[in-house]
């Protein structure tokens, strides 16, 4: 009988150890249970191996899919080493604040009547220039509404504001945009409103019929695009996730119903490294759900938090690669899934870093990449999951 056998027996006869241990410690308020139930996800018999150099883009192509990345302007203006490695890897990019009406210090939209698309050009240039599809994110959000909104949008000028607003703005690169995020998160079954809808300004200043209009005013601006309706919260096997999984199909099934054009539905995939309820079974099934309305889905933002996982890197490491292959796995099975987009390539430049950083403010692991541009095993994993999937 092998050393290992011997080794993993009493590795699990101790991981038991700790657990039971845990369990008893927990009483006392320590966290060994927890460390015990992440240790769990932690298994080093997975090795991540990959054949070959090829990149996740070319991996992905392979299948006939797609391997992108979110990036943002300034980024790659200032880091000619990441937008090397971005251009190597990603076959698709999409904007992570340009495109938004306001956000950080790009200003979309700087009053009610102008639009300033210095940024969006330059993004919009930097993917021709590198042969890179591209995603528009997005038009119509809660979030990074410029401050004018607030004051000057009423009931009475909004709709010509939307208008205006799509029909300039998606005109602008008729040809250039592989898919936009129409809405953006317009689902919230906690705000108890008339069909799990989330209460945002566009919902208060046009009713639920803004959703449809967005999308008939997307395709008239650009029949050649992609139209998606992009959310977040769709992934585990929770009462919460649950509940928006099937809000968001009522949702789809509604606008297909009365012939809105929308094409995909675009899922975050914002995950957690932490997390034991990823249910295979459950997520097919949405997924199957989805593409029996006759939509493509892409996978628009994912990336793996790490915020709740120990100090330990490698074990980090190993848990999140997990996280992104177990879930790709299931997700590129179904064959209505034709993209797959990291929101963010590098640990140098992720969100989370300042909007969920980890207790011990050690810099996080969510990506690919890590900070000096060095594969990590969540880039295995990923490439592992294309090198897997069924072709297209
Ligand atoms: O660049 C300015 C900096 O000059 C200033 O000192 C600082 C002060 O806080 O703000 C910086 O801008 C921030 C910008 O990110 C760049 O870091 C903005 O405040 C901040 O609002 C902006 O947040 C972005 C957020 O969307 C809102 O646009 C995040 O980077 C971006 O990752 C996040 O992305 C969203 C998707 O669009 C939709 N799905 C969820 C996803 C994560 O929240």
Do not use: C
Not at 90 to 98: A, D, F, I
Not at 127 to 138: P, Y
Not at 150 to 165: F, S
């Amino acid at each position: 009988m092998s050393n290992n056998w011997k080794f993993n027996k009493r590795r699990d006869f101790l991981l038991g150890l700790a657990g039971i241990t845990g369990m008893v410690a927990l009483g006392k308020g320590q966290s060994i249970y927890l460390n015990y139930s992440i240790q769990s996800l932690d298994n080093q018999a997975r090795t991540f191996y990959v054949y070959g150099e090829k990149s996740l883009k070319e991996r992905a192509a392979t299948k006939g899919l797609i391997y992108g990345a979110a990036a943002s302007h300034d980024n790659l203006i200032s880091d000619s080493e990441f937008a090397k490695v971005f251009i190597q890897q990603s076959g698709m990019m999409v904007p992570e604040l340009e495109f938004k009406w306001s956000s950080g210090n790009k200003r979309l939209r700087p009053d009610q009547n102008s639009f300033d698309f210095k940024a969006a050009d330059w993004m919009i240039e930097f993917s021709q220039k590198n042969d890179l599809l591209f995603r528009g994110h997005t038009l119509v959000w809660h979030h990074a509404l410029p401050n004018w909104f607030e004051e000057q949008v009423n009931r009475q000028n909004a709709e010509l504001l939307l208008t205006k607003h799509i029909q300039t703005v998606v005109g602008r690169y008729v040809g250039k945009v592989h898919s936009w995020d129409v809405v953006n998160e317009a689902i919230a079954p906690s705000h108890n409103i008339f069909n799990g809808l989330r209460k945002t300004p566009w919902l208060d200043l046009l009713g639920t019929d803004y959703i449809d209009l967005a999308f008939r005013l997307a395709a008239q601006a650009d029949p050649s695009a992609l139209l998606v309706y992009n959310d977040f919260g769709l992934d585990y096997d929770n009462s919460k996730d649950e509940a928006k999984r099937q809000a968001v199909l009522s949702l789809l099934e509604g606008l297909k119903s009365k012939g809105t054009p929308i094409h995909a539905l675009g899922i975050q995939a914002h995950l957690s490294g932490d997390s034991h309820s990823f249910n295979p079974q459950k997520f097919r099934d949405f997924l199957s759900n989805v593409a029996s309305l006759d939509l493509k889905i892409l996978i628009t933002e994912m990336d793996v938090k790490d915020q709740n996982l120990p100090f330990d890197t490698a074990m980090r490491d190993r848990t999140i690669a997990a996280a992104y292959e177990d879930y790709l796995s299931v997700a590129l099975d179904e064959k209505a899934v034709i993209a797959v987009l990291t929101w963010g390539l590098s640990d140098k430049y992720t969100w989370l870093n300042e909007f969920q950083p980890r207790k011990d403010k050690t810099p996080v692991r969510p990506l690919p990449l890590d900070a000096q541009m060095q594969y990590k095993l969540a880039w295995n994993a990923i490439a592992r999951a294309f090198d897997h999937a069924p072709k297209r």
